[in-house]
């Protein structure tokens, strides 16, 4: 079966209103021909609304970097799945490396948020990754395959056929160092056949794969030219409208 790809911008803290309004304007025309793939932005929370508006009447999804897995209350600094929908959000991104080793998020706390984005009605992108001691330790397929079992803990069947999984080694994220084709499709297929042999068939069929590392136009084309990686999740390449349309049009 074909899965859509996926591309999709992680702005980390990057842009402000006018920047953002500014980004939109300049990628839509560029990308008007885009039928066959999906495009997601991830702004920073302030800057939602300001992307909302600008897409009006294009297919560009929109979704949030991350969010907290209580409703409401008393979590001062947080956002909840709940206000991500009413900014209409589709997507968050969940246990990025920076969200992992700045903000010491460790696993418990990202599948509380994976489940609780489920429930709310977003689309998780889990990422899991090794650092660089652990690949040169040869433990990328131990860290990774112990990051989806607990992140993926309790989570139905059927929510993980329409997630999406990246992986992202973090020692090629902004560094420039990108993973090598193999590398990379080698941890997505161990990806794929570890959500085959706990969620079921369907599920590792549907499900889709993104690569994350230092994507740049230059090397899109040789991530997408591997069988089973869907789409590239880009930091710092898809800040530019320019890079970032390259990229979709890989
Ligand atoms: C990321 O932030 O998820 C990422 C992959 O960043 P970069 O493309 O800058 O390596």
């Given at each position: 079966m074909s899965r859509r790809p996926l591309i999709a911008a992680n702005?980390?803290?990057?842009?402000?209103t006018a920047e953002a309004k500014a980004f939109v304007t300049a990628l839509l025309p560029k990308i008007a021909e885009v039928r066959d793939r999906d495009v997601l932005v991830c702004p920073p929370f302030p800057l939602i609304a300001s992307v909302d508006d600008a897409r009006k009447g294009s297919k560009l999804s929109i979704g949030a970097q991350n969010m907290y897995f209580e409703e409401k209350g008393a979590f001062t600094g947080e956002v909840s799945a709940t206000?991500?929908?009413?900014?209409?959000?589709e997507f968050v991104i969940l246990g990025?490396?920076?969200?992992?080793?700045?903000?010491?998020?460790?696993?418990?706390?990202?599948?509380?948020?994976?489940?609780?984005?489920?429930?709310?009605g977003l689309i998780p992108i889990l990422c899991v990754g090794e650092k660089l001691d652990e690949r040169e330790k040869n433990m990328t397929e131990q860290v990774v395959l112990n990051q989806l079992d607990k992140n993926l803990k309790s989570v139905p069947e059927h929510a993980v056929a329409s997630m999406i999984i990246a992986y992202e080694p973090v020692w090629a994220i902004g560094t420039g160092r990108n993973a090598s084709t193999k590398d990379a499709k080698d941890a997505i297929t161990l990806i794929r056949e570890f959500i085959h042999s706990r969620f079921g068939a369907t599920s590792a069929e549907k499900v889709r794969i993104l690569y994350g590392g230092s994507v740049k136009p230059e090397n899109m084309k040789q991530y997408m030219?591997?069988?089973?990686?869907?789409?590239?999740?880009?930091?710092?390449?898809?800040?530019d409208p320019e890079s970032f349309a390259k990229l979709i049009l890989y």
């Open positions: 702005w980390k803290m990057h842009k402000v206000m991500l929908k009413d900014l209409h959000c990025h490396s920076e969200r992992r080793w700045v903000f010491g998020e460790g696993d418990e706390l990202i599948n509380k948020k994976t489940i609780a984005a489920i429930n709310a030219d591997q069988e089973g990686i869907d789409g590239a999740l880009v930091g710092g390449a898809s800040l």
